[in-house]
Each structure stands twice: as C-alpha cells, then as structure tokens.
C-alpha cells in the first residue's frame, strides 16, 4: 500500500516563506510524477504545480516566480518552496502522485498553509 505524507504547513505573515514536502512509502516500483494541488474554503481544488518524470515542470499562473517545485527521487520526495506568500495562498495544500502506473490517483491527508498578518 502507497501512502503521501505531507509536512511543512503553517502560519505565515504576507511576504514569507515556506517549504513544504510530501514523502511517499510503501510498495513502490515507479513514481512518473508528483504535484501539489490546494483547495480554500468554499472554492475547487486547484493545481499549484507538478513534476513529471523529473524535469519537467507545470505552474498555476497565480504562483509562478514565487514557488518551486523539486523532488529527491532518492527519497520519494516532492518539496514546495512557497516565496512571497499572500493572503491569497491561504488553502490546505495536498499532494498528487502518479506512482506505479496507476495515474494520478494517490493523494496525501493535506497540510494546512495559513497567510496571514
């Protein structure tokens, strides 16, 4: 059994930073992909950005030159680097993987990012 286990989440005043991870564990033969989606209160979840066969990159507008996106394949790790927060960015962010070929489908619990004065 896969599970994504994030950490990282937390209170931050506008203009901070943050990084978050997501370590996948279990019976893992290949990972093609791993992301981050975020969903606020009362809105869809939405894609922040995604890491695909380890070098390509997506980004939601709304969070590109402000975050990044990097894995430790080693580690069956993702990390988000989440710069110059804002208010704006407040969601409980999840991550997404794509592990053994079975399509996007394994998520993690969420951890909560908070913006905040």
């Known amino acids: 059994q896969v599970q994504l286990v994030e950490s990282g989440g937390g209170l931050v005043q506008p203009g901070g930073s943050l990084r978050l991870s997501c370590a996948a564990s279990g019976s893992i033969f290949s990972i093609n992909g791993m992301g981050w989606y975020r969903q606020a209160p009362g809105k869809k979840r939405e894609l922040v950005a995604t890491s695909t066969f380890g070098v390509r990159t997506n980004y939601a507008d709304s969070v590109k030159g402000r975050f990044t996106i990097s894995r430790d394949n080693a580690k069956n790790t993702v990390y988000l680097q989440m710069n110059s927060l804002k208010p704006e960015d407040t969601a409980a962010y999840y991550c997404?993987?794509?592990?053994?070929?079975?399509?996007?489908?394994?998520w993690g619990q969420g951890t909560q990012v908070t913006v905040s004065s």
């Open positions: 997404n993987a794509d592990i053994n070929f079975r399509g996007w489908t394994y």
